[in-house]
């Protein structure tokens, strides 16, 4: 009997979160579009410079705090990088809303806290970001830690290498998952099919969106791999983000085809972050 109770009062606890979550404030719904809006496009713009790199057109692969610095020297790269801010803010908002206020109800069973738990890491790493658009506004240009300098500075602490290790380990499994999500496919549940017209569902979201997150899992998948390394072997030379994946990419055989193939996945992702704006079902989806 009391185990019926508990059954009831959790199936009436998360239709209370949904519920909930369906009538969440507009300023909520507004505040994540504009926030996938403009992590999509930064992600089009890493994918961007990362063709441009491929073709040997010039350029340099880079990952999104180096697509901010890039916006940075064009002609009111400022007021640009200001909206991106302010966007990326939005974004990091909407993260901690999931990690705290769990409108999904995700509950708090195992996967449920390691789900919000990734929201809320997700959370600070686009707070972060916000927060080098912000100084890149002030400096006029000045770029901000790389992937190296951070590693250095953990690998000179007593069992820095340890934590190391773990940021790689969680970094590596985090690209796994977007893995298992291109695998599934599950993100087609959380947008308004319907309205889309058959190509935009085929294309851009249904077989796009699946290659966005397959390549973003591989690289950031790397991106972890090379932490691993670098703590392993007490080398924070061997540290990298995703800029310095798509760089190994290219020194690779056929290097120059295979970057280019992982920068069309990025920009896949850019539009499929950018489709979520438009269509996703933002009180009650899931991230991506």
Not at 20 to 43: I, M, N
């Amino acid at each position: 009997m009391p185990s019926n109770k508990r059954k009831h009062g959790e199936q009436e606890a998360k239709h209370d979160a949904k519920q909930a979550a369906q009538e969440a404030s507009p300023w909520v719904d507004r505040l994540a579009r504009f926030g996938y809006a403009t992590k999509g496009t930064v992600y089009l713009v890493v994918g961007t410079l990362a063709i441009v790199a491929a073709t040997g057109m010039g350029g340099r692969t880079t990952d999104p705090p180096g697509a901010l610095g890039t916006i940075s020297t064009e002609p009111f790269g400022w007021i640009v990088l200001g909206l991106i801010a302010l966007g990326l803010g939005a974004y990091s908002l909407w993260r901690l809303v999931q990690a705290v206020v769990d409108p999904e109800g995700e509950g708090h069973d195992l996967g449920g806290i390691a789900s919000r738990m990734g929201h809320g890491a997700a959370a600070l790493g686009y707070a972060v970001l916000a927060f080098t658009a912000g100084q890149l506004i002030v400096t006029s240009g000045g770029g901000g830690s790389s992937p190296k300098d951070w590693t250095a500075w953990l690998l000179s602490l007593p069992l820095g290498w340890v934590v190391v290790f773990g940021v790689g380990i969680g970094v590596a499994g985090y690209g796994l998952h977007e893995l298992y999500n291109a695998y599934q496919a599950e993100f087609e549940e959380h947008l308004e099919l319907d309205q889309m017209n058959t190509r935009v569902q085929k294309w851009m979201v249904v077989q796009g969106g699946r290659f966005g997150l397959l390549t973003r899992g591989f690289v950031i998948g790397m991106a972890g791999i090379f932490l691993i390394v670098a703590a392993l072997r007490f080398d924070s030379s061997e540290a990298t983000g995703l800029g310095g994946a798509l760089q190994e990419i290219l020194r690779q055989p056929f290097g120059s085809w295979l970057l280019g193939v992982a920068a069309l996945g990025l920009i896949a992702y850019g539009l499929l972050m950018l489709a979520v704006a438009r269509y996703g079902q933002i009180s009650l989806g899931r991230p991506f």
